[in-house]
């Protein structure tokens, strides 16, 4: 298989979310994307995310399964968590046909450098407003009370 990404980088982001929010946010972008093909893509126990998931557009592979079989290809790739090697990452893209979005949670932050800088750019981040992470939350409360405090 080619090493170019086809992936587009207006189509290719990362939703950050608390561990405890994932399912949710998962079950919130398989909705949305419902008339896609979806490849969820793994680092951990597939059978813990294949039961938060059905559908017959819906497919659910570790890394491993993903390298040894390059007919896996989905419109949508999905990656549950952060590959501990970053070049799993680059096959993870490799296989999305048009779209491929990352759930980020404190636990993958520390893996998401190596990934861009195989990349060779930063992946942009969009926060969708009901998956927030707590500290983005405490952070944006904190700077409209400073700015409160500064207009009075």
Known sequence: MSSTITVKRHN???????????AQLLEFLITQNADKSILIVTANDTDAVQSMVSGENISVVSD?????????????????DLPAVAADYQTRLQRAKTHALTLLDANDQKLLYPIETLLGRTIMQELLEAFKPAGVIA???EAERARL???A
């Open 12 to 22: 290719h982001r990362i939703h950050p979310c608390d561990t405890e929010r994932k």
């Open 64 to 80: 491993a399964a993903l390298a040894d079989d390059s007919a896996l290809t989905a419109e949508l790739v999905i990656s549950y």
């Open 139 to 141: 952070a944006e409360k």
């Open 149 to 151: 405090e500064k207009e």
